[in-house]
């Protein structure tokens, strides 16, 4: 029987994997900035930082990831401009930056702020994304964060749904319907997760 396990971070020999799955899920919004897929996950996997993520994986294969950055790191966030320029050339990091900008989320003290979350397609619907939020979440209570953050985009209804179901609510929303026919989305919504109190069972969650 298959077995299912999530674990915080993943070793150098996973890199390759990661990076795929992480650019399966969001490799439209990620091609606005760098088009070419092969640089773009050779970018990711790279630079990405493993203790910033949480990995599902079925049995030896990598079936989900979990970004995510504190006020110390990020999955992503080692990527500079340098590194941009060597994949896009110099006179393209204007462009790039551009789109990046879009995207660009920090987070504010005591919160911890979503990177993504992917589930491999043949494994959606089997509770990887509620297993991967668990863990995210739980980090997050560990590090002392009250609050945990993400985005999701409006052609996302699925994502949104999960999250919803979980405990995520939203608490912004952001336009951005005169770049959708080039963003391929119209806006997208911030959701918040706010951590309770630990009971002596465990952790509890508001």
């Known amino acids: 029987m298959d077995s299912l396990t999530v674990v915080h971070g ?14 399966e899920a969001f490799g439209q919004k990620l091609g606005l900035a760098i088009p070419n897929a092969n640089k773009r ?18 049995d ?14 990020g999955f992503v966030a080692s990527i500079g401009i340098k590194h941009i320029a060597h994949a896009v050339g110099w006179c393209h990091v204007p462009r790039a930056l551009m789109f990046l900008s879009l995207f660009h989320r920090s ?8 990177d ?4 491999h397609s043949s494994e959606r619907g089997s509770g990887i994304g509620t297993l991967l939020l668990q863990s ?9 964060c009250t609050s945990v953050r993400l985005d999701v985009i409006d052609t996302n209804p699925r994502a949104r749904m999960l999250y919803e179901r979980f405990g995520f609510r939203e608490t912004k929303r952001h336009s951005f319907s005169a770049l959708q026919p080039l963003l391929g989305f119209g806006g997208s919504s911030t959701l918040h997760f706010r951590i309770g109190a630990v009971a002596p069972g465990g952790p ?3």
């Not at 987070?107 to 979503?114: C, D, H, I, S, T």
């Not at 993504?116 to 589930?119: M, N, R, S």
């Open 41 to 58: 996950r050779a970018l990711l996997e790279r630079h990405c930082i493993p203790c910033c993520a949480f990995v599902a994986y079925r």
């Open 136 to 144: 995210v979440v739980e980090h997050a209570r560990n590090l002392g």
């Open 204 to 206: 509890q969650y508001d």
């Open 10 to 23: 993943f070793p150098h020999q996973e890199r390759a994997a990661v990076a795929e799955l992480y650019d």
């Open 116 to 119: 993504g979350i992917c589930v």
């Open 60 to 73: 030896a294969r990598i079936v989900g990831i979990a970004g995510f950055q504190t006020g110390q790191s």
């Open 107 to 114: 987070p504010k003290p005591q919160e911890l702020l979503m």
